[in-house]
């Protein structure tokens, strides 16, 4: 009897000391850098004591001082949010429609999109680039945006046609029949029960498009037009690394998204979980 319960035993206790472990290893990278950002900066570079101290601003107050940084946000601000916007109405009435519709050959575009998904960025950067000189959109926000959508949209379509799908028919059937049009139940009853996968759609787009470095080195030449992990880069010099400020910068941009994830985290994962069915 005593054998039968030492073993459940010692497996929770290995269970949640290799839980620890993962959660100490993923998160020990962000404990760094933010108590990095606040120590001073004559003592950054000559302790590596894990807690903090003595602590200062000076990082923060030199970055916003002494760069654009205001200004990378705003870009970056504006690039996420144009991408979420396209991915969001480009991936919805995709995934409804291949869902909905009779369209020959729908199981082959949503796999074609995923498996475009695969491509990494630098690999489409340079072709990308080569287009938008020929149209004039070069060093343009609007070509940053685009260029994120090709990586954006592939996943979004995927997790939203998991997510139509689970939603039944019977639904917008029932709304037609009180008078609605398929327009009018789309937007009245498809969307609202919707909501959670658009959020975890709009969430990815957002991080994916809001920490992207490649396509913003590429396709941003002008450095009032660079966005936030592009910006960051012109600090790194030849002779000089200003560790204090690439830190604060880094948990400056790491902000927005733990403040995304606090309020939206219910949606998301709700829409992880709804759009991980069997196709």
Known sequence: MRQEFDVPLINR????AAMALAVAYSFFPIYWMLISSVR????????VDLLPGPYSIESYTTL???????????????VALGTVVVTLILAVLI?????????????????????AYMFPPLLLAIPLYAIFVRLGLADTHM??????????????????WGFFKQLPPDVEEAAMV??????????RVVLPLSLPGITTVAIFSFLLSWTDYTFALVMIDSDHKKTLPAGLETMVGQYELRDGELMAGS????????????????YFIHGLAA???KR
């Open 13 to 16: 206790i290995a269970l949640y």
């Open 40 to 47: 001073d900066p004559q003592v950054l570079y000559n302790s």
């Open 64 to 78: 916003l001082a002494a760069t654009d940084f205001t200004i990378w946000f705003a870009n970056s601000v504006q």
């Open 95 to 115: 995934s409804y429609a291949v869902t909905r519709l009779q369209i020959r050959g729908k199981t082959t575009i949503i796999g074609t999109m995923l498996y």
């Open 143 to 160: 070509a940053l945006i685009i260029s994120h959508t090709t990586i954006t949209l592939p996943l979004g379509v995927w997790l939203l």
């Open 178 to 187: 009180d008078g609605c049009s398929r327009l009018g139940a789309f937007f």
């Open 251 to 266: 948990a400056l941009i790491a902000l927005p998204l733990l403040i995304l994830f606090i309020f939206l985290n219910r």
């Open 275 to 277: 759009g991980a069915v």
